[in-house]
C-alpha cells in the first residue's frame, strides 16, 4: 500500500544574494520585502536542494513518486543532476515518477523562479506573488499498478452526485495505469457514511451507487460528508487504494431570486480570502489556515470567494466540513497575456481535476478584472470563451462565473460569456457616492433581467490607528469603514436578487505595489489585521448581520481620544435590544436591529468616560478620554498616500 514521506525538513536553500542556509518547508524568500512597499520585492530564481536517502520499495513491484504541493512560480525540478519535469503555475499540486532516477544516496534540487514574465500567470494584480516552495513536498512509495498520479495532479477518483428525492445517485469513476480486464483485474468501491458505516458497495472503474435516505451536505446548517473508498485488485490481491469525502447537494441560481441550496433560498454572503500573514506570506501552516477558518466563522458568513488561485487543499477541506460555499478560481487576472493562453488552459485543469470532489465548491471562475490593461481583446475574449467551454466540458454540475473590472461597464462582452458574472466595484470609496451601487444594480438588473449578477468584491481601506468623528471617504479610518460597510448592508437587503456578495477582503494583505493609510505594502480592506489580531469594527457589524451566536460590541476602543463634547458610540450586536451604561449609571435602551447609536456627554477636558453595553447576557465595554483638541495621530498624514486603486 501507498507509504508517504514528508519532506519538508533539511533544506539548503541559495536566495537572491547568493548565499546559502538551511531552512524547513513551507518557505518564502518574500516574507519581508514582498510586504514593505515600493514594488521592489525581489523576483526571479532561487534553489532549493536537500539530501534524499533511497526509500525502501521494491523495484519489481513499486514505484516512487514526487509530490509538490505549491512552488510559486515555476519549478524546475532535478534528481542527481537529470532533470525530471518542470511546472509553471504556483498554486496547485504538481508530481513526477522518480524511480528509474534514484540512487542509494540522492540530491534533490529544485530550482522555482517567480521572475517577471509574459506567459505564466499572475503577472500584474493587487497582491504579491512570492517566492518559493511554500506547501508542503512528499515522496509517495506505491504499486506500480496504481490509481492515477500523472492527470494534473489528481487523485484518481472522480465523485458525482445527483439528488433525486430523497436518494443520490452517486457516479464513481476511477482512474488508474491498468485497464480492467475480466478477472485479472477490478476496482471495488464503497460508500461509508458520517459514522463510517458502509452504506453502498459497487464493482468497476465506472459505476454508479444509490444511496438511499441520502443525507444532504447543507451549508452551515448541516455540512455532513461522505467517504467514498476505491480498492484496485489485480489477479484478486489489492494493490493500491485512494479514498475521498463527499457531499451530496443540489443548488441552482435564479436571475430573480439569487441562489437556491438544496431546493431553498440561501443568499451566499461571505467574504473573499488571500492566503498570506504578516511576516510568513504565503508559507502558510494549518495552524494558520484553521485560525483564518475560525474567523471567517465567527461572522457567519456563509460563503468565501478563495481569490485569486488555487488555496490549499486543506482549506477547500475546511471549507467542507464546515459548510462554506466556496468560489474557486485560477489567476488569470488584469492583463490578458497572449503568450499565457495554454497556461490559463493548465491551470484551469489542475484547479477541477484536484477539486472536483469538494461539495464546498459551487463554480469555476474563469478570469477576475482582465479588462484592466488588456491590449488584444479579440484573442482575450477568445481564450475566455475557450475557457468556459473546457469548464463544462470537464465539469458539468457546475457554473461558471467572471469578476469583472469596476470600471468594465454592464455591456462590454467579456461579462456575457460565463454561466453567473460578478463585480467587483468600490463605489463610495475610490469614487463618491454609496448610493451608486443601488443605481448600477438596479440598472444591470433592468437591462439584463435574466443575467445573474453579484458583487465579487467590495470595501474600503480602514487603519486601525486611524480614527474620526466625522469619517469621510479617503480619510482611510475604522470609522468610514463603518460607514461603508452599513451602506453596503442595507444596500444587499434592498437588492436581494444579488446570487452572491463577497468582501474585500475579510484579512488585511500584502500589495507591495501600494502605498496607502501610512503603511506601503499592504491593502488594508480587510476586516481583520494582517497579522489577525485585531478584528476592527466593522468585523462585528458582519456579526450582527450573519452570525446567530449572541454577542455585543462598542464600537471605538481604539478611538479613546476624543475632543467632542457629545460623542456619538455605536454598538453592534444580534440581540434585539441595547442597554448603555456611562460610568455606571444607566443612561438609555434601545430596540433595534444590528446598529445601535447612542449620544453621550464625555463631561469636563481630561475626563475618562467607561461606556458599556449590556445585550440579554453579552456585555461590552470602552473608556475614551475627553480631550482639548483633537489627536492629530488619528489623521492620515503621508502626502504622498492618496486612496486611489492600485492601478
Same mark, same amino acid.
Given at each position: 500500500m501507498r507509504k508517504i514521506l514528508n519532506l519538508n525538513e533539511s533544506w539548503q536553500f541559495t536566495g537572491p544574494d547568493g548565499t546559502t542556509k538551511a531552512v524547513h518547508l513551507p518557505h518564502t524568500w518574500n516574507s519581508i520585502d514582498g510586504q514593505d512597499g515600493g514594488n521592489?520585492?525581489?523576483? @526571479?530564481?532561487?534553489?532549493? !536542494?536537500?539530501?534524499?536517502? %533511497?526509500?525502501?520499495?521494491?523495484?519489481?513491484?513499486?514505484?516512487?513518486?514526487?509530490?509538490f504541493q505549491g512552488v510559486n512560480a515555476s519549478a524546475r525540478v532535478s534528481l542527481n543532476g537529470s532533470p525530471v519535469c518542470t511546472h509553471d503555475g504556483g498554486y496547485s499540486t504538481f508530481r513526477v515518477n522518480v524511480t528509474d532516477v534514484l540512487t542509494e544516496n540522492n540530491l534533490l534540487e529544485v530550482t522555482v523562479d517567480n521572475s517577471v514574465n509574459d506567459r505564466v500567470y499572475p503577472q500584474k494584480a493587487d497582491f504579491t506573488f512570492y517566492g518559493g516552495i511554500y506547501r508542503d513536498v512528499n515522496l509517495i512509495v506505491l504499486n506500480r499498478l496504481h490509481f492515477d498520479m500523472d492527470y494534473y495532479g489528481g487523485s484518481g477518483i472522480q465523485i458525482t452526485p445527483e439528488v433525486k428525492g430523497d436518494t443520490s445517485v452517486v457516479r464513481i469513476r476511477t482512474f488508474a495505469n491498468v485497464t480492467e480486464s475480466g478477472n485479472e483485474v477490478k476496482v471495488y468501491v464503497d460508500i461509508e457514511d458520517g459514522d463510517g458505516k458502509k452504506v453502498v458497495s459497487g464493482i468497476g472503474?465506472?459505476?454508479?451507487?444509490?444511496?438511499?435516505?441520502? =443525507? $444532504?451536505?447543507? *451549508? $452551515?446548517?448541516?455540512?455532513?460528508?461522505? +467517504?467514498?473508498?476505491?480498492?484496485?485488485?489485480?489477479?484478486?490481491?489489492?494493490?493500491?487504494?485512494?479514498?475521498?469525502?463527499?457531499?451530496?447537494?443540489?443548488?441552482?441560481?435564479?436571475?430573480?431570486? *439569487?441562489?437556491?441550496?438544496?431546493? &431553498?433560498?440561501?443568499?451566499? &454572503?461571505?467574504?473573499?480570502?488571500?492566503?498570506?500573514?504578516?511576516?510568513?506570506?504565503?508559507?502558510?501552516?494549518?495552524?494558520?489556515?484553521?485560525?483564518?477558518?475560525?474567523?471567517?466563522?465567527?461572522?457567519?458568513?456563509?460563503?468565501? &470567494? $478563495?481569490? =485569486?488561485?488555487?488555496?490549499?487543499?486543506?482549506?477547500? /477541506?475546511?471549507? /467542507?466540513?464546515?459548510?462554506?460555499?466556496?468560489w474557486a478560481e485560477i489567476p488569470y487576472i488584469s492583463e490578458h497575456m497572449p503568450n499565457g493562453r495554454e497556461n490559463t488552459v493548465s491551470q484551469m485543469k489542475e484547479l477541477i481535476v484536484q477539486n472536483y470532489n469538494h461539495p464546498c465548491i459551487v463554480n469555476w471562475g474563469v478570469s477576475n478584472e482582465i479588462t484592466i490593461s488588456t491590449?488584444?481583446?479579440?484573442?482575450?475574449?477568445?481564450? =475566455?470563451? %475557450?475557457?468556459?467551454?473546457?469548464?463544462?466540458? %470537464?465539469?458539468? +454540475? !457546475?457554473?461558471?462565473?467572471?469578476?469583472?473590472?469596476?470600471?468594465?461597464?454592464?455591456?462590454?462582452?467579456?461579462?456575457?460569456?460565463?454561466?453567473?458574472?460578478?463585480?467587483?466595484?468600490?463605489? *463610495?470609496?475610490?469614487?463618491? @457616492?454609496?448610493?451608486?451601487?443601488?443605481?448600477? %444594480?438596479?440598472?444591470?438588473?433592468?437591462?439584463?433581467?435574466? &443575467?445573474? $449578477?453579484?458583487?465579487?468584491?467590495? @470595501?474600503?481601506?480602514?487603519? +486601525?490607528?486611524? =480614527?474620526s468623528s466625522k469619517p469621510r471617504r479617503g480619510d482611510h479610518t475604522e470609522e468610514y469603514q463603518m460607514v461603508y460597510h452599513e451602506y453596503m448592508l442595507r444596500c444587499f437587503e434592498r437588492n436581494p436578487y444579488l446570487w452572491a456578495t463577497h468582501v474585500w477582503n475579510m484579512f488585511d494583505f500584502a500589495a507591495d505595489a501600494r502605498d496607502q493609510g501610512g503603511e506601503p505594502g499592504m491593502n488594508h480592506k480587510g476586516l481583520v489585521t494582517f497579522d489577525r489580531k485585531i478584528k476592527k469594527d466593522s468585523f462585528y457589524l458582519y456579526k450582527a448581520y450573519w452570525s446567530d451566536e449572541a454577542f455585543v460590541h462598542v464600537c471605538g476602543s481604539r478611538y479613546t481620544d476624543r475632543a467632542e463634547e457629545n460623542t456619538v458610540v455605536t454598538v453592534y450586536s444580534n440581540q434585539p435590544s441595547v442597554t448603555l451604561y456611562v460610568d455606571g449609571r444607566e443612561m438609555e435602551t434601545q430596540t433595534g436591529s444590528r446598529v445601535f447609536r447612542f449620544t453621550v456627554p464625555l463631561g469636563e477636558v481630561g475626563k475618562s468616560t467607561t461606556i458599556k453595553a449590556v445585550a440579554g447576557a453579552c456585555t461590552g465595554e470602552i473608556t475614551v478620554t475627553h480631550t482639548a483638541d483633537k489627536n492629530p495621530d488619528y489623521k492620515l498624514r503621508s502626502k504622498k498616500t492618496t486612496s486611489a486603486n492600485w492601478v
Open positions: 521592489d520585492y525581489w523576483r @526571479g530564481s532561487c534553489i532549493y !536542494r536537500r539530501e534524499l536517502a %533511497m526509500p525502501e520499495f521494491n523495484k519489481d513491484e513499486e514505484q516512487v513518486y514526487l509530490e472503474a465506472d459505476c454508479t451507487l444509490l444511496i438511499p435516505k441520502v =443525507h $444532504l451536505w447543507d *451549508g $452551515l446548517k448541516d455540512p455532513y460528508l461522505y +467517504t467514498a473508498t476505491a480498492r484496485l485488485m489485480v489477479q484478486g490481491e489489492q494493490v493500491d487504494t485512494v479514498s475521498s469525502r463527499f457531499g451530496v447537494r443540489s443548488f441552482s441560481v435564479d436571475a430573480q431570486k *439569487g441562489f437556491f441550496l438544496n431546493g &431553498r433560498s440561501y443568499p451566499l &454572503r461571505g467574504v473573499s480570502r488571500h492566503q498570506d500573514w504578516k511576516g510568513i506570506g504565503n508559507a502558510l501552516t494549518k495552524e494558520h489556515h484553521r485560525r483564518d477558518m475560525e474567523l471567517i466563522r465567527e461572522i457567519g458568513a456563509n460563503c468565501v &470567494r $478563495l481569490a =485569486h488561485y488555487q488555496h490549499d487543499q486543506y482549506f477547500y /477541506d475546511l471549507c /467542507d466540513e464546515y459548510g462554506l460555499v466556496v491590449k488584444d481583446k479579440k484573442d482575450m475574449l477568445d481564450n =475566455h470563451r %475557450m475557457l468556459n467551454d473546457l469548464c463544462h466540458e %470537464m465539469d458539468k +454540475t !457546475r457554473p461558471t462565473a467572471l469578476a469583472c473590472y469596476a470600471v468594465c461597464g454592464p455591456f462590454n462582452r467579456s461579462a456575457h460569456i460565463t454561466d453567473l458574472v460578478s463585480w467587483n466595484l468600490y463605489l *463610495g470609496w475610490y469614487v463618491p @457616492g454609496l448610493f451608486l451601487n443601488d443605481l448600477w %444594480m438596479k440598472f444591470f438588473h433592468f437591462a439584463y433581467p435574466k &443575467r445573474c $449578477l453579484g458583487y465579487s468584491e467590495y @470595501g474600503c481601506e480602514a487603519m +486601525t490607528n486611524l =480614527h
